[in-house]
């Protein structure tokens, strides 16, 4: 038992001398300063500058002026112009059909005789009276001669002016046997054909013109101001005071460019959709090189409006609530500034007071920020 209990003790001393030396000869513990990580954000430099506000729209061309090919008088269709079919071009004054002129020809000269015959009763009948009265001066002709005269006389006149409102007809409907386009234009559709008789009144094409051509734009009533027009403002614009209109459209792979001018606005506003429609126009004769641009065809449009100066743009992320931004110091630490919004688009937004040229605006979508947090800004 004795025996038992020494090296009982003698185990229970080496164990602690053990536990004594591992105590120590414990290494030292290397304490290492952590460094902060700083929250990156992208930044962009405030651009003061000045610009034009840009309305965009979009619409379908149509032709400045459109009408109807009707023919004023009867007849039996006797030649039509190669240029009269759907789609063909003609120029102005251009004969485009051309009816029987027999008959009208005929009725002229019947005209021409009754004038022919009127002007010779109306000189007999003046030199009559004349000569009556001559005669009733010298008491030779009696006073119910000279009337008579003078009634014979004046009705004379009458009918030669009956023949000529006739004779003038008579060449008026000879030379409506010919149709002529009254612009330069294209065919929208014809309804006639060769031989066919073709009824005074009745409509055998459409046509219409291609000196210029329109756009409505639907524009909204709030949007005027940014075009410096006057919302009561109707009708057409004055020259001085037009907006530039860019209008474009993708062919295939191609992009086309038009250049013209808003000339009126319309003097109502659409029930449904709550705009106001302007018109803008291009004149294709002064395009570069006569470039087309196809009736029906669909435009987006961009309407240059006033001048504003001193505005930053800035992409609608680097917006918080109630119009304040978030501007970078020079100690790289966040600062809310509050600012003056002149106008929202699509993915921008201008801004016309509250920044100033070179400051730096945080443009990261930042869900938690304290005012003075230090950031890491990366220019854009």
């Known amino acids: 038992m004795k025996k038992k209990f020494v090296y009982t003790l003698i185990l229970l001393l080496v164990g602690l001398a053990l536990a004594y030396s591992l105590a120590i000869t414990e290494p030292e513990r290397e304490i290492l300063a952590k460094e902060r990580t700083l929250r990156s954000v992208r930044a962009m430099v405030v651009d003061v500058r000045d610009e034009f506000l840009i309305v965009t729209s979009q619409g379908s061309v149509q032709p400045r002026s459109q009408s109807e090919l009707i023919p004023e008088v009867s007849g039996r269709v006797e030649w039509m112009s190669p240029s009269l079919v759907d789609g063909g071009s003609f120029r102005a004054q251009e004969v485009l059909l051309r ?199 669909f435009v987006h449009a961009e309407i240059r409006g006033r001048r504003v100066e001193g505005v930053v743009r800035l992409p609608r992320s680097a917006m918080r609530d109630d119009n304040q931004v978030l501007v970078i110091d020079d100690e790289e630490r966040l600062r809310f500034r509050r600012v003056s919004v002149l106008r929202l688009e699509h993915d921008e937004v201008l801004i016309s007071a509250g920044l100033e040229d070179g400051e730096r605006v945080c443009v990261s979508a930042i869900q938690t920020v304290v005012d003075g947090m230090h950031v890491k800004p990366l220019l854009l």
């Open 99 to 297: 009816i029987d002129s027999a008959d009208y020809e005929n009725a002229l000269q019947r005209a021409q005789a009754a004038r022919d015959r009127a002007q010779v009763e109306m000189e007999f009948n003046r030199d009559e009276l004349a000569r009556l009265e001559q005669l009733h001066a010298k008491k030779l002709a009696s006073q119910s001669q000279l009337d008579s005269a003078r009634r014979a006389s004046r009705v004379a006149e009458a009918n030669l002016s009956d023949s000529e409102a006739a004779l003038a007809q008579a060449r008026r409907d000879l030379s409506r046997t010919e149709l002529r386009a009254p612009f330069d234009g294209l065919v929208r559709s014809e309804q006639v054909d060769l031989g066919q008789f073709v009824s005074r009144g009745t409509s055998i094409a459409t046509i219409y013109a291609t000196d210029y051509v329109e756009v409505r734009l639907p524009i909204a009533a709030d949007q005027l101001d940014y075009l410096g027009l006057d919302f009561s403002q109707r009708g057409s614009l004055a020259e001085d005071s037009r907006p530039e209109v860019t209008l474009s459209a993708h062919i295939g792979n191609t992009r086309f460019i038009w250049n013209g001018e808003l000339v009126r606005t319309e003097a109502e506003i659409d029930e449904r959709s709550r705009m106001t429609y302007g018109v803008a126009r291009i004149d294709l004769a002064q395009l570069a090189d006569n470039a087309a641009m196809p009736v029906g065809l």
